[in-house]
T-cell receptor, first 114, second 110 residues
Framework: NAGVMQNPRHLVRRRGQEARLRCSPM?????VYWYRQLPEEGLKFMVY????????ESGMPKERFSAEFPKEGPSILRIQQVVRGDSAAYFC????????????FGPGTRLTVL | EDQVTQSPEALRLQEGESSSLNCSYT??????LFWYRQDPGKGPEFLFT???AGEEKEKERLKATLTKKESFLHITAPKPEDSATYLC???????????FGEGTQLTVNP
């Protein structure tokens, strides 16, 4: 099954630590999106990347958050100096470069900040 | 700014009791409207894409329809395994990101 893979599935960090979330897109997909789902809220777009390029980061908080999608390897969402408000489920989605923009989601990483 | 509003927030049905979920949207040039299903603790599962008013798509007990301002997800003779949160999202011409509604939590009792 070549679906979207995310790891870790659960991540616990103390305030001030760094969190690194990884996403491998579906086979054949070159577009990656990150979304955040806060408790009792809907999914919110964060960033859209293609290989080695950030296309749209309009939903990304301006400080502490960064994302990359290197030529080789998974996409990484990095949160520096985590705070309790960063506790959420982070989902990665991928789509093909051709055809309709149907985005397929991974199982998510649930980040808990103590 | 693209906006999506789903109603009702929660819906409780008896097995076999058909109903509809609503998704109202405002978007700067609709490229696509998407329906997803999300089970607790899991990622959204893609169901349908609709592109233009009048379009309909079906899958098992689900049928999605689209007008210029809203979409409906019709559930015919639901079963308990249809219980989930159903999410609606739009993609506008402003970019490839999806704007999601807050979902309808559907519970189907046996």
């Amino acid at each position: 099954n070549a679906g979207v893979m995310q790891n870790p599935r659960h991540l616990v960090r103390r305030r001030g630590q760094e969190a690194r979330l990884r996403c491998s897109p579906m086979k054949g997909h070159s577009h990656v999106y990150w979304y955040r789902q806060l408790p009792e809220e809907g999914l919110k777009f964060m960033v859209y990347l293609q290989k080695e390029n950030i296309i749209d980061e309009s939903g990304m908080p301006k400080e502490r958050f960064s994302a990359e999608f290197p030529k080789e390897g998974p996409s990484i969402l990095r949160i520096q100096q985590v705070v309790r408000g960063d506790s959420a489920a982070y989902f990665c989605a991928s789509s093909s470069s051709t055809g309709p923009n149907e985005q397929f989601f991974g199982p998510g990483t649930r980040l808990t900040v103590l | 700014e693209d906006q999506v509003t789903q109603s009702p927030e929660a819906l409780r049905l008896q097995e076999g009791e058909s109903s509809s979920l609503n998704c109202s949207y405002t978007v700067s040039g609709l490229r696509g409207l998407f329906w997803y299903r999300q089970d607790p603790g899991k990622g959204p599962e893609f169901l349908f894409t609709l592109y233009s008013a009048g379009e309909e798509k079906e899958k098992e007990r689900l049928k999605a329809t689209l007008t210029k301002k809203e979409s409906f997800l019709h559930i015919t003779a639901p079963k308990p395994e249809d219980s989930a949160t159903y999410l609606c999202a739009v993609e506008g011409t402003s970019g490839s990101r999806l704007t999601f509604g807050e979902g309808t939590q559907l519970t189907v009792n046996p």
